[in-house]
Nanobody
């Protein structure tokens, strides 16, 4: 199982970045996908969710209206489009796959990608 994030980097306040997470080794289309982030000295926090079909999304209040999560089940990828970036968006961003069913809980994490928002 692999979740590989890409697209992180340096952005100016007010700028945009697009993160991508490529999944392999599991049935991607049956998993809800999430993005989390962890800033230096802080706990990991939830950012956004998209359900397995892509028909439902949810966002943390701190990113609502600025970030958009999407997925492509044919390509096994989930993206996070980030706009109107703020310095407080600086963090390591992690991709998460989660499925809870009658067999139990299956959860996978990526290694993370650094996003730095600074002028």
């Amino acid at each position: 199982v692999q979740l590989v994030e890409s697209g992180g980097g340096l952005a100016q306040p007010g700028g945009s970045l697009r993160l991508s997470c490529a999944a392999s080794g599991f049935t991607f289309s049956t998993y809800n996908m999430k993005w989390y982030r962890q800033a230096p000295g802080k706990e990991r926090e939830y950012v956004a969710t998209i359900n397995s079909s892509g028909g439902f999304t949810n966002y943390a209040d701190s990113v609502q209206g600025r970030f958009t999560i999407s997925r492509d089940n044919a390509k096994n990828t989930v993206d996070l489009q980030m706009a109107s970036l703020k310095p407080e968006d600086t963090a390591v961003y992690y991709c998460n796959a989660l499925r809870v069913d009658w067999t139990g809980k299956n959860e996978y994490w990526g290694q993370g990608t650094q996003v730095t928002v600074s002028s």
